[in-house]
Structures are given as structure tokens and as C-alpha cells.
């Protein structure tokens, strides 16, 4: 089904359609320092070009990035990527500073993945993770996926690890 996104619940979190207004993080997140892993820093109409592509995947895939919000406030993304270079859909995640270290991302991709596994059947989904990115990696980790080098990533040093979702679901 392609059109918006679904909302998905957990205790604590909301995911949703992104709306226009949660722009502004993204823009704030590639105008910083924080974005070295993810290409940046970018100008405002790059983080604008490369953020409508992202929801844009909503009516041409049937996935892409959900905002993720805890009590009416936003936190960031969890969602599915496929921009044309990438080798397949990709899990990913971004927060926003106040929400790092408190498992929201962890909890929102777990909640993605079992929708994947459900929506669409997948038996896997990668994340493919620059290798400089400590966190995201240990992320990927405890979400209990396995690093798999022989999986094409984008950048050379990309790190790439594969989720079985056969048991989500």
C-alpha cells in the first residue's frame, strides 16, 4: 500500500507521517557537526532536497521515514531508506540532541522492523552505517543484527549490518 505512512504506537512513542514543520530539525541536524557522519554539514536546500526525497519514498515505495514523537514532542526519524544508490532499503534512525541515550531509537527501529517483517515479508533489512559512526553501529548491534562485510555498502568503510526479521512479526 503506498500513499502515508501508517501511525505505529509503542508504550512511549508515536510513529507518524512527517509533517513540514519537522523539517526544521532535520535542517538544524545537517547545519551541525553531528551530521559528519551522513554527508554534512549541508546548506538548508541540500537538507531540504535530501529530506523531501526521504518522505517523498512514502507514494513511490510504501516505506520511508516515520517522525517519532514521546508525549507530542518530536524526537526524530526511524524509517526505511531507498534513495537510488543504495544497493537495497535501508533501516535508519536520527534524533534529535535531547533524545539521544534515552532508547528512543532503538525502540522505534524495533517497532519498523517488525512492521517491515509484517507489511512487506522481508526475511532482512541492512543498516549501512559509515564506519566512523560508533554509536549507530553499537546500535545496529543491539538491535541484534550482525555485521556482514561482504554486503555492498555506498562508501568505501561503510559498515553494513543485517537484521533477520523472520522472527518479528
Known amino acids: 500500500m503506498r500513499g502515508l505512512a501508517p501511525t505505529l504506537s509503542t508504550p512511549r512513542l508515536t510513529l507518524r507521517m512527517p509533517a513540514l514543520a519537522d523539517f526544521e530539525h532535520r535542517a538544524a541536524f545537517y547545519a551541525s557537526d553531528r551530521s559528519v557522519w551522513e554527508g554534512g554539514p549541508l546548506p538548508r536546500n541540500a537538507a531540504w532536497r535530501l ?3 526521504e518522505v517523498g519514498q512514502w507514494p513511490l515505495m510504501g516505506y520511508g521515514p516515520f517522525s517519532v514523537d514521546m508525549d507530542g514532542t518530536y524526537m526524530g526519524e526511524v524509517g526505511i531508506y531507498h534513495p537510488a544508490e ?8 536520527f534524533v534529535v540532541p535531547e533524545a539521544e541515550g534515552k532508547g528512543i ?7 519498523v ?3 517491515a ?5 522481508w526475511d532482512e533489512i541492512v ?3 559509515d564506519g566512523g559512526n560508533a554509536r549507530s553501529v553499537a546500535l545496529g548491534q543491539r538491535l541484534g543484527g550482525r555485521i556482514d562485510a561482504t554486503r555492498p555498502g555506498i562508501d568505501p568503510g561503510d559498515v553494513v ?3 533477520d526479521l523472520r522472527g518479528l512479526a
Open 86 to 93: 543504495y544497493p537495497e532499503p535501508e533501516l535508519g534512525w
Open 117 to 121: 517483517r509484517e507489511t512487506f515479508g
Open 51 to 53: 529530506w523531501a526525497s
Open 113 to 115: 522492523m517488525a512492521w
Open 161 to 163: 549490518i543485517v537484521h
Open 127 to 129: 543498516n549501512i552505517i
Open 105 to 111: 531509537a532503538l525502540e522505534a527501529a524495533r517497532t
